[in-house]
């Protein structure tokens, strides 16, 4: 009965007020938290990578000639993509630390077009982390067969 | 000027642009959970049927950590899941009925997904922290 006139009441407005309002606040909140962990993570996982990287380089720098392939391409290519996974994971990241900065930022000055801007980095972040479910899903599939 | 009783001048509505991405935001969120779901269903139904087979060379693999560890991912990948479902459909419903009640009800389970996933996020810092506190006590221990 209450959301009913709540419903009549709002007509085709749909409001930020009250409990939309906290639970926006909320959701900014702890995807700031997640964020900033994501980065920080992003960080470690870069410098351990690096120093690692070049430990495995030297190892196999060791190995004389049968370590060439690895000292020549592999050590290299094994720094590139831990340097490519960290940067597409802070992108992703980026824009969910993007939404959390303009939803703070749109409720403080009640300002749409900060909702907006906020609203946009998280549909991107759902996209992204869609995209990569289905492809963890069908990862998972081919695994099977 | 005209005084509309439902609105003041604190009023703070979404517009058109808000309205479609919210509406995007609810039809990604709804794909991610689906995908989300049959990934947790597939993973299980793997793991049981690997048990099993594993179980037939003799020894009760259905005990301890084993069995523990996946449980607790396909119950955490459940929860977070039905949330993030159960959001989609409530923001879809309140945009397309304009229904503030549903809308409530949609952004308050995002938050709660968000929620989860930051609490979750905690208890991993904690567990890789206890690890490396372990690795480095180990570490003294055999005098590295």
Same mark, same amino acid.
């Given at each position: ?59 196999? !720098?060791? *190995?004389?000639?049968?370590?060439? @392939?690895? %000292?020549? /391409?592999?050590?290299?290519? +094994?720094?590139?993509? #831990? ?36 609203? !946009?980095? *998280?549909?991107?972040?759902?996209? @992204?982390? %869609?995209? /990569?479910?289905?492809?963890? +899903?069908?990862?998972? #599939?081919?695994?099977?067969? | ?144």
């Amino acid at each position: 009965m209450e959301n009913s006139e709540q419903d009549h009441l709002a007509g085709m407005d749909l409001q930020l007020e009250g409990e939309v309002r906290h639970q926006l606040n909320d959701a900014a909140k702890w995807s700031r938290f997640i964020s900033v962990v994501v980065f920080f993570a992003c960080g470690l996982v870069l410098v351990s990578g690096t120093i690692g990287g070049a430990a495995i380089f030297n190892s196999f !720098r060791r *190995l004389g000639n049968a370590g060439d @392939i690895f %000292t020549g /391409f592999g050590g290299s290519m +094994l720094i590139v993509v #831990i340097f490519f996974m960290v940067a597409v994971v802070a992108l992703v990241y980026y824009f969910l630390f993007n939404f959390s900065a303009k939803i703070k930022s749109a409720l403080i000055s009640e300002s749409i077009t900060e909702l907006n801007a906020g609203l !946009r980095s *998280l549909k991107i972040f759902f996209i @992204i982390t %869609t995209v /990569f479910a289905i492809l963890s +899903l069908l990862n998972t #599939i081919v695994k099977l067969f | 000027m005209e005084n509309n009783p439902n609105s003041s001048i604190f009023d703070f509505n979404l517009d058109e642009e808000s309205r479609s991405h919210l509406a995007a935001i609810a039809q990604w969120t709804n794909i991610n959970a689906i995908a989300g779901l049959a990934s947790a269903a597939i993973t299980i139904t793997f793991f049981i049927v690997t048990l099993i087979r594993l179980s037939n060379y003799g020894g009760n693999l259905f005990s301890g950590l084993i069995v523990v560890w996946p449980f607790i991912s396909l119950v955490v990948s459940l929860v977070l899941n039905i949330t993030l479902l159960n959001a989609s459909s409530n923001i879809k419903k309140g945009i397309e009925g304009s229904s503030q009640a549903h809308f409530e009800t949609g952004i308050t389970k995002l938050a709660t997904y968000f929620k989860i996933v930051g609490i979750i996020t905690i208890i991993a810092i904690v567990f890789v922290a206890f690890v490396m506190l372990a690795g480095i006590l180990a570490g003294r221990g055999t005098g590295f």
